[in-house]
């Protein structure tokens, strides 16, 4: 198992100190309890004609998702976060495979209000739990008989904003 903690203080600016006059910080707790592999699936529908040489440069589909829930059974401020990544690579119009991967974690997140909390789950989770996932991507291609699928680093921000849209 992997667990990394992180503490983040947050200085409120004058106005807000005036405000909330009983705290000068807020204590953001996050704690990475697990990580794993939830689901993986490789598809080579064409084998062994799609290991020959290609006539053309392949193209590739790369599909991602986040989604997040509160683990209430597992304790207090505990949540899972799923990211799913799924790529379609092609050569012409023939499908040379199909790869499909979802890596989860858990989380504890205390003393974070809605708005900070939804974006930490959907943007900051999900940037930890990528490089995992994109590393066991790349093998399954790589000992499938292609070239390691290196698929680069996910805009989380703006699947955030276009998921609130």
Do not use: W
Request: hydrophobic share 40%; aromatic share 10%.
């Amino acid at each position: 198992m992997y667990y990394k903690s992180f503490y983040l203080k947050s200085n409120l600016n004058m106005a807000e100190k005036k405000k909330n006059s009983n705290s000068n910080n807020i204590n953001l707790k996050f704690l990475i309890n697990a990580q794993y592999l939830k689901d993986l699936s490789f598809e080579n529908p064409q084998a062994p004609d799609s290991l020959k040489n290609l006539k053309s440069s392949p193209t590739f589909k790369i599909d991602a998702d986040v989604k997040s829930k509160e683990l209430k059974d597992h304790g207090k401020n505990i949540f899972e976060v799923e990211l799913s990544i799924k790529c379609e690579t092609k050569s012409e119009d023939t499908i040379l495979f199909l790869v499909e991967g979802v890596y989860n974690g858990i989380f504890t997140i205390e003393n974070a209000n809605d708005e900070i909390l939804d974006k930490i789950l959907l943007i900051e989770c999900p940037k930890f739990l990528f490089p995992f996932l994109r590393s066991i991507i790349a093998n399954c291609t790589r000992e499938a008989g292609f070239p390691p699928l290196m698929i680069a680093p996910l805009d989380f921000i703006g699947m955030y904003e276009n998921r609130k849209k």
